[in-house]
C-alpha cells in the first residue's frame, strides 16, 4: 500500500500557469488522490477523516489536536516520501518551503508528528495547518458528493476526473469550432467549420440538422463534450432571432451526443457559462468578457518555448496554428480560441 503511494508520488510533475502558479497535471493529480483516498481508507480502526471545512483547529499551538489520528497518518506519510519537486506540487510548499522539508528529513529523519514541523525554518503554526489542509483536500475532492459547480447539469467532480479526453465546443451564427484535449493537457484535435445553413429562412428544422450532424460526424470520441453556454438573454426583442438559434443548436447538440441517456448511462454533455471561462483567465472587462486570442497565442508560444508549459500542442497542430491566429481582422478566430481556454478552464477547475 505504502509502495502504490510512494508510486503514485514519484509520477509527479508541475507546470506553471500564466499567473505563475505552479500547477499538477490532472492525470498525476486524480491518481494521487486516488491513493491517498485509499491509503486513508485502510488505515487499521480510523473511521473516514473529516471534510477539512469542519476541521476546528487548536489555538494553544499544539498542532496535533487539530486533525483526526487517520488525518495526521495522511499528512504525515505525504511529508516523510515526497521529494522537493514534488512537495512543490502543494500550494503552500513552493520554492524554498519544499527545500527546507527535504533538508529537515535529511538531517534529523522522518516527521514523527505534526508538531515537528515548526521546526523546519520558516514554519509557523498558521501556515502549518493550512499546508495540513491542502493535503487533506486532496482527498475530499475526490468523494462523491462534491458537486462540479462550474457545470451544468450537476456532476460529481469524481466523475470529471476519471475522464480520459473532452472535447470543448464553441459555436456562433456562422461557425462551429471545437478542440479535443487529453487528461495529459495535450491538444490532440482543434478545428472550426462554417456551417451555410444557419440562419438561412425561418430557423428551418432539417437544415439545421443536417449543418449539426455533419459537425458531430467529424468529433473524435471523448468521455465529456462541453458547451458554451450561450450567453445572450431576451431582454433586447431584437436579439430573439439570434437566442432562437443558439438555444436550437444547444438543444440539437444534447440530443445527438447524448444517444445513450435514456438507458441511464448519465449525461456527458455538459455547459459552461462563458463567464466562468472568462473569470478564470482574467479577461473580464466589468461584466462582459473580452477576447482571448492573445491568451491563446501566449500559450501555443510557451509550447515551443517554455519546458512545462500549461498546454501541450501536437508538432502538426503548433506549425498550423502559431502563426495563424490574429488578435484583430476578420481572421480572429474568436471561436476556436474560446474553445481551447473553456477546455483549460474544465480541467483546471476540476482537479484545482
Not at 445572450?232 to 444534447?254: D, G, I, N, S, W
Amino acid at each position: 500500500m505504502l509502495g502504490s503511494l510512494r508510486v503514485a508520488l514519484a509520477a509527479f510533475c508541475g507546470y506553471r500557469s500564466h499567473r505563475g502558479k505552479h500547477l499538477m497535471r490532472p492525470c498525476l493529480v486524480a491518481s494521487l488522490q486516488q491513493h491517498l483516498v485509499h491509503y486513508s481508507h485502510t488505515v487499521e480502526g480510523m473511521d473516514n477523516p473529516k471534510e477539512v471545512d469542519s476541521v476546528v483547529h487548536d489555538v494553544d499551538g499544539n498542532i496535533e489536536k487539530s486533525y483526526t489520528p487517520q488525518q495526521r497518518a495522511i499528512i504525515l506519510q505525504l511529508l516523510n516520501t515526497a521529494t522537493e519537486s514534488q512537495l512543490g506540487c502543494v500550494k503552500q510548499l513552493q520554492g524554498e518551503k519544499s527545500a527546507s522539508i527535504v533538508q529537515f528529513r535529511e538531517q534529523h529523519g522522518p516527521f514523527q508528528d505534526l508538531n515537528a514541523l515548526r521546526k523546519v525554518k520558516h514554519f509557523q503554526p498558521n501556515f502549518i495547518q493550512k499546508t495540513c489542509d491542502s493535503i487533506l483536500r486532496l482527498t475530499r475532492r475526490i468523494e462523491q458528493n462534491v458537486i462540479a459547480r462550474f457545470l451544468k447539469p450537476d456532476v460529481p467532480l469524481h466523475r470529471l476526473q476519471a475522464a480520459e479526453s473532452v472535447v470543448s465546443i464553441v459555436f456562433g451564427l456562422k461557425k462551429f469550432a471545437w478542440v479535443h484535449v487529453d487528461r495529459t493537457m495535450t491538444v490532440r484535435d482543434w478545428q472550426e467549420q462554417d456551417c451555410c445553413c444557419f440562419l438561412k429562412g425561418k430557423h428551418v428544422p432539417e437544415l439545421y440538422l443536417e449543418d449539426i450532424s455533419s459537425v458531430v460526424s467529424k468529433l473524435p470520441q471523448a468521455d465529456f463534450y462541453i458547451l458554451e453556454k450561450p450567453s445572450l438573454t431576451l431582454q433586447k426583442t431584437a436579439l430573439f432571432p439570434a437566442v432562437l438559434h443558439m438555444r436550437t443548436v444547444e438543444a440539437m447538440l444534447y440530443c445527438l451526443l447524448n444517444p445513450q441517456l435514456a438507458e441511464g448511462s448519465g449525461h456527458r454533455v455538459f455547459s459552461m457559462a462563458r463567464n466562468t471561462v472568462g473569470k478564470h483567465f482574467k479577461i473580464m472587462l466589468a461584466e462582459s468578457r473580452t477576447s482571448g486570442v492573445e491568451v491563446v497565442e501566449r500559450l501555443i508560444n510557451e509550447a515551443v518555448l517554455v519546458p512545462k508549459p500549461r498546454v501541450n500542442f501536437t508538432p502538426e497542430i503548433i506549425k498550423q496554428y502559431r502563426h495563424h491566429l490574429q488578435p484583430r481582422g476578420q481572421n480572429r478566430h474568436e471561436e476556436m480560441c474560446d474553445t481551447l481556454l473553456q477546455a483549460i478552464a474544465f480541467y483546471e477547475l476540476s482537479f484545482f
